[in-house]
């Protein structure tokens, strides 16, 4: 189905008396397609699509952050290749250059060194990043350990909902290109208590509240990145969805009915609800791409040994698959299949997902082996 085609999305819900649409991608979000079936009295799961430019636009937050006081790193936000080359005068090396749109989560470069960041400003502007690279975001480099928090919030009630840390450079030890994300686990408990407390209290709590009193109220799940710096919790960016891979970390740990969640957002009753329920233990999961991501990934090859994967306890989704024209499981994208496990402790569950992504026979597909790294260490001691 075209999600682009709104209409046909409405008249699809009506003819199957669809009772909640829960819209996961950022596109059609930030498309408005939640605002069009709310406008038809069906129920919705995610923000409108003013909320959405939370996702949609990195220069739309950084503002938002600068006029409420919530805690961000320092910015710039530039239309001009010149003015962007120019700019770079106010920064330090390393360079964080941000594409303003939407840009599947490949939009940031972290240029190491000033001919570096020059490049990318030029390839920036020159389309490498489609529309999305039309403005830039230049902010200085936080120091620090990323994690990821996740609220759900009907626009005034807010509700913790767990914590995750994703790696998403391609190669091992956290080097080469950004990607979608090469694998997570949860829950990261780098990120204490008391850091949690204060994230909800100086970046969670105020957004809400920042998008509410703009007339832009926020309904759905908020994914905050985090960095843990030595000043305390700061935004590195919002996802208005609940992300991948930390959705499936966060639903191997998940005891209580998402969907009770889902609807009590869409139809603004969250403070009604308790606090959801995640189990104590670990999860873990491991990307399997496909040989070329996150360039042009090699699409077709096949793909065997899912259910001798799952025998072991983990649970394999498919992100890019398909079936080709003989019912043979093949890729059919970049990130092509998330390997996931639970344990007692992070590297019991890594134990499980990667003897799971051992038993799968893709010779085109490829993984990290080090997910779950920093917590390991810290299990450790």
């Known amino acids: 189905m075209d999600l682009t085609d709104h209409e046909l999305v409405i008249a699809f819900c009506e003819q199957e008396t669809i009772g909640l649409v829960v819209i996961g991608p950022e596109a059609p979000l930030v498309d408005g397609l939640a605002d069009s079936l709310r406008a038809e009295g069906i129920a919705v799961f995610g923000p409108s699509q003013a909320a959405a430019q939370l996702e949609g636009s990195k220069g739309f937050t950084k503002d938002l952050c600068a006029r409420h006081g919530i805690p961000t790193a320092r910015y710039v936000r530039l239309a001009d290749a010149r003015e962007a080359l120019a700019a770079l005068d106010g920064f330090a090396a390393p360079y964080v250059l941000k594409a303003d749109g939407l840009a599947a989560g490949k939009g940031v470069v972290i240029a190491g060194d000033r001919t570096e960041a020059e490049a990318a400003i030029g390839e920036m502007f020159a389309g490498a990043f489609g529309a999305a690279g039309a403005e830039l975001v230049i902010e200085e480099f936080m120091h620090g350990e990323e994690v990821s928090l996740f609220a759900l919030t009907d626009g005034t009630a807010i509700l913790p909902f767990g914590s995750a840390q994703d790696h998403k450079r391609v190669g091992e030890g956290d080097t080469g290109p950004n990607t979608g994300g090469m694998g997570a686990y949860s829950p990261a408990r780098v990120l204490t208590p008391e850091l949690h407390e204060r994230a909800m209290r100086e970046i969670i709590a105020p957004t809400v509240a920042a998008m509410a009193a703009e007339g832009m109220p926020y309904s759905g799940v908020l994914y905050a990145g985090l960095m843990l710096t030595d000043e305390g919790p700061k935004l590195v960016e919002y996802n208005c969805r609940f992300g991948d891979p930390e959705a499936q970390v966060l639903m191997m740990r998940l005891e209580s009915d998402l969907g009770e969640y889902l609807l009590a957002c869409a139809e603004g009753r969250l403070a009604d609800m308790a606090p959801p329920l995640f189990a104590d233990e670990s999860a873990l999961t491991v990307v399997i791409a496909a040989r070329g991501y996150p360039g042009t990934p090699e699409k077709g090859g096949r793909i065997d040994g899912i259910a001798a994967a799952e025998a072991g306890g983990a649970k394999v989704f498919h992100a890019g698959t398909a079936l080709d024209e003989g019912g043979a499981l093949v890729a059919s994208g970049g990130r092509v299949l998330s390997v996931t496990a639970a344990g007692a402790s992070t590297a019991e569950a890594q134990a499980t997902a990667y003897a799971a992504v051992d038993a ?22």
Do not use: K, N, T, Y
Not at 360 to 381: Q, V
């Open 360 to 381: 799968i026979d893709f010779p085109s597909g490829f993984c990290r082996r080090d997910i779950g790294w920093r917590e390991l260490a810290r299990e450790r001691g």
